[in-house]
């Protein structure tokens, strides 16, 4: 049995693998239940006792050469489930490119302006896209059957139920749970019943805003608003109120800033004029702070609504709001290093 062993050690050297046939008949000889050292293993019970450890000493030699020159051809020569094995591989192939996903423009602007209002101060809050006629309409001064309700073309799920059409039924969720001081932004998608063009979808995102306290002025919300112009689009813009009308604040304004395409010289975008609108805003109505449980002879406020779909315009010189929508790579490829 010796002789044998010594055999086995002897040819191991001299056996070639150079296929993976050559290696599966390696096993089949060797390693296999009706291989060679498999034999040995029965013909070693019936060793005597006395040989049994030089002999046990000798097996494991060989069983170990047997089973590491085994494992080293396998390494080279196995196969996968198709049948291929490592030396198919054409190592000198450039590898396949993995694309990298990248953030929404949306997403980017929407992250940047919660990013400017935190640095002031501002919390942020979120609340549902389905939602009832009180907190969408009712409670934000909107009477029945008010034409101001008209000003926005609403998905009713039923006569109750909407698809919110502003964030600033947000303002008021918030202000029913919480007591003032309060000062938050909140970000959303709204819905509107609108023809789809490059100007409008009927769905965007919007952010809202509001700060209430104790002795809240006009002048805090225009200079909270000239510090957010100014971080988003830089110091040389150029910033107008006009006066406008919102059932729930008053005074109410629209704010434009100078066109950031031409810089005021007159384009497209802003329709010759040199400004574009970029947000609405005023003083909370007492009403809405009343309607929510606010004490209005002690608290005053203001709010501001604008769409992010418009920053993002302006900030990127993008002229069809559509493309935002469809997914296209091309154009999402062009934010990945924003
Ligand atoms: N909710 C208005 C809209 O969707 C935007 C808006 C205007 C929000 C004035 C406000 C505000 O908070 O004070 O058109």
Not at 52 to 64: A, E, F, I, W
Not at 144 to 156: E, I, L
């Amino acid at each position: 049995m010796k002789q044998k062993l010594e055999d086995i050690q002897q040819k191991l050297h001299e056996y070639k693998i150079n296929s993976s046939e050559d290696l599966e008949n390696f096993r089949l000889k060797y390693l296999s239940r009706k291989g060679l050292m498999n034999d040995l293993f029965e013909e070693f019970k019936q060793v005597p006792n006395e040989m049994k450890r030089d002999l046990g000493k000798l097996m494991n030699v060989v069983k170990t050469s047997v089973q590491a020159k085994f494992d080293e051809a396998a390494e080279k020569f196995k196969t996968d489930k198709r049948g291929n094995n490592n030396q198919n591989i054409d190592y000198t192939l450039p590898a396949d490119l993995t694309e990298l996903g990248s953030r929404h423009p949306l997403n980017i602007t929407e992250n940047q302006i919660v990013a400017i209002f935190n640095k002031l101060g501002f919390t942020m809050a979120e609340g549902p896209e389905i939602e009832n006629d009180w907190h969408n309409f009712s409670a934000l001064n909107f009477p029945p059957n008010h034409p101001a309700r008209d000003m926005q073309d609403t998905f009713f799920i039923d006569e109750e139920i909407a698809l919110r059409t502003h964030t600033s039924s947000v303002q008021v969720r918030l202000m029913q749970q919480k007591n003032p001081p309060l000062r938050a932004i909140m970000p959303g998608r709204v819905y509107r019943n609108e023809a789809i063009s490059a100007r409008a979808n009927c769905f965007f995102h919007q952010i809202e805003g509001i700060y209430i306290d104790e002795k809240v002025s006009f002048a805090d919300l225009k200079q909270t608003l000239y510090a957010f112009v100014k971080d988003m689009f830089g110091d040389d813009v150029e910033v107008r109120f006009r006066p406008s009308y919102f059932p729930f604040t008053e005074p109410s304004a629209e704010m434009d800033i100078s066109c950031q395409i031409c810089k005021g010289k007159g384009c497209n975008i802003c329709k010759h004029s040199g400004w574009v609108e970029i947000l609405g805003c005023g003083m909370i109505d007492p009403n809405v702070l009343e309607n929510c449980g606010i004490d209005s002879e002690k608290y005053t406020g203001f709010a501001f609504g604008m769409g992010i779909e418009r920053i993002t315009m302006l900030k990127y010189d993008v002229k069809d709001l559509r493309t935002f929508f469809i997914n296209d790579t091309r154009f999402l490829k062009q934010f990945s290093n924003v």
